[in-house]
């Protein structure tokens, strides 16, 4: 099983600043690498795929990085709708997700 | 427009059979390059892949779980079934099926990323 450790597990930003999520793969993933966003209630919403590609109707603040074992989410301004818990997911082997940074209004 | 939608019940005895049905549509389990997947997420907790099935009726199951999983498809009814054995209190989660397209390397193939989800539907499980 490939172990995806992310941190923090809480990131405190203010609106407009940006927020950078990391997440680590347990052993190289290459760049199958995809992140989600969760808000409370709702299912998760693909963010990025590919470590940097993004899904349809993703806005461009959103940006990903990193292949192998290293991956960067970053959120250049953050807006008061991105307040939630991102997760990412590997796919080079079968499916696993990292525990969740949760960004929270500081 | 690809939706999905998860139900079954919202409370299972320990030891009981569970079975979800996921039904969806904007597209078909017919339909080559397709997959539907099943993930489970505890309360407060992360998220944890279950099972997936393509068109070519390929299933693929989380090593952990295999033993208690069962996943099929009924394409004239666009619906994905998953069934889990032997239901224990920390299977107690939000159960989600999702769209899935593989991706290819060299000669096979694996599951990639999700997208879109279904809403999720709550099971318990609780004598």
């Known amino acids: 099983e490939i172990v995806m450790t992310q941190s923090p597990a809480t990131l405190s930003v203010s609106p407009g600043e940006r927020a950078t999520l990391s997440c680590r793969a347990s052993?190289?993933?290459?760049?199958?690498l995809a992140w989600y966003q969760q808000k409370p209630g709702q299912a998760p919403r693909l963010l990025i795929y590919g470590a940097s590609t993004r899904a349809t109707g993703i806005p461009a603040r959103f940006s990903g990085s990193g292949s192998g074992t290293e991956f960067t989410l970053t959120i250049s301004s953050l807006q008061s709708e991105d307040f939630a818990v991102y997760y990412c997911?590997?796919?080079?082997?079968?499916?696993?997700f990292g525990q969740g940074t949760k960004v929270e209004i500081k | 427009q690809i939706t999905l939608k998860e139900s079954g019940p919202t409370l299972v005895k320990p030891t009981q059979t569970l079975t979800l049905t996921c039904t969806f549509s904007g597209f078909s389990l017919s339909t080559s390059g397709v997959g539907v997947g099943w993930i489970r997420q505890p309360p407060g907790k992360a998220l944890e892949w279950l099972a997936l099935i393509y068109w070519d009726d390929d299933k693929r199951y989380s090593p952990s779980l295999k033993s208690r999983l069962t996943i099929n498809k009924d394409t004239s009814k666009n619906q994905v079934v998953l069934t889990m054995t032997n239901m224990d209190p920390v299977d107690t989660a939000t159960y989600y099926c999702?769209?899935?397209?593989?991706?290819?390397?060299?000669?096979?193939?694996?599951?990639?990323?999700?997208?879109?989800w279904g809403q999720g539907t709550l099971v318990t499980v609780s004598s």
């Open positions: 052993q190289s993933v290459s760049s199958n």
């Open positions: 999702a769209h899935n397209t593989p991706h290819y390397y060299g000669s096979g193939r694996g599951i990639a990323w999700f997208d879109p």
């Open positions: 997911q590997q796919y080079n082997n079968w499916p696993t």
